[in-house]
């Protein structure tokens, strides 16, 4: 049995577009076209309107005699409780009803027929040509955005990260090419990251603490190129890596304006850079100062230096002549609470130490040293009782060759 032909005819008469039809010169193309589109689109919504309407008389013809069908069945089970002739006046009442429901179905039915008729003769068009058999929309979201990690989550990512890539951010530190910072960056797209940027701005820092002022120039423009980047994914809300072509491609083509702006950065940067080096050397010094101090603190934790520099005039040439009669002679001289005052500061800085046999040497900044009776209140009464004329007790006779050497504060000068 040969397969029955395709109908081609349905195809003969479409109206694929407003504007194929040749117009004449004297009318407005424009206007014509628009006329004859309202048109099809009036058409359209008269014929979409009649199957509605079509569509709700025939279901609520088909709802009514179903409702009478209803009560003809209830009126038929409770007919014992009701009189004869008022069940058949009330079925006959129904029955004419549900006759003329069902006449009223058929007519909207050969009115759907016709309609439907009337639709396949519709010429198609541009709307009507196809239809969706189903559609999806599907928005696309921005992953949200993870959570600002924590100054110790920060110190972590930058130490894993310096573990891993330390060679190659020095090597990229070392380009003077944009070809070959961009081939690089290419090759290496894990480089393209803040931890990356805070590394060189680091060894920019290191760098010109050890003076290596060229070095550090040529370090400071590669890490303002990678700043450059990373603020340009930022504008643009991209991910870092797709933004190293766009960058290098406007630097190389860039007119003068951007690349002043770049340079004014770069400048700026290394001052900055000299700043926060000399801020370190300068906070270095410091600390050196310091442990020194504290090595030559005395046992009273003062420092011998700045205890000597407070000193009065005459005390200091004391010890700079390392002249002990004249020490002694200036501490009588002093007015008691000032005298009492600088030798426990002297004691406490270890500029005046007890004599102890053993004890070791005292070390180059200590300097007097005095028998181990002896302190500031003994100094005292001995100058006290040297003014009145009496002799001191404490004070024991001493048949060494050094008589004529004054007794009590003795003075070891290394």
Known sequence: MMARPLDYSRWDHIEVSDDED????????????RWRHQARVERMEEQKKERQDLERGSVDTKRKLEEARKKLEDLSACAEAETKEEVEAQV??????????????????QKEEELTK?????????????KDKWEKTVINKKPAKKADPTEDEKEEMQRTFVEKNEKLCKKFGMFKKYDDSMQFLGDHPELVCDECANYLAIWCINLQVEEKTALMEQVAHQTIIMQYILELAKSLDADPRACVKPFFSRIKTADKQYTDAFTDELESFKVRVRGRAEARIERAMKEAEEEERQKRLGPGGLDPVEVFESLPQVLKDCFEKQDIPMLQKAITELPEEDARHHIDRCIKAGLWVPQDTTTPPPTEHRFPTKAPDENADTVLRRRKATEDGEPDSDQEEDDSPEDDKPEGWQCRIQ
């Open 22 to 33: 040749e117009t004449h010169p004297n009318v407005d193309t424009q206007s014509l076209f």
């Open 92 to 109: 006959l009442k129904l029955q004419m009803e549900m006759s003329e429901l069902q006449k009223q179905e058929k007519e909207w039915k």
């Open 118 to 130: 009337k639709e396949k003769l519709t010429p198609w068009n541009v709307d009507t040509l196809s």
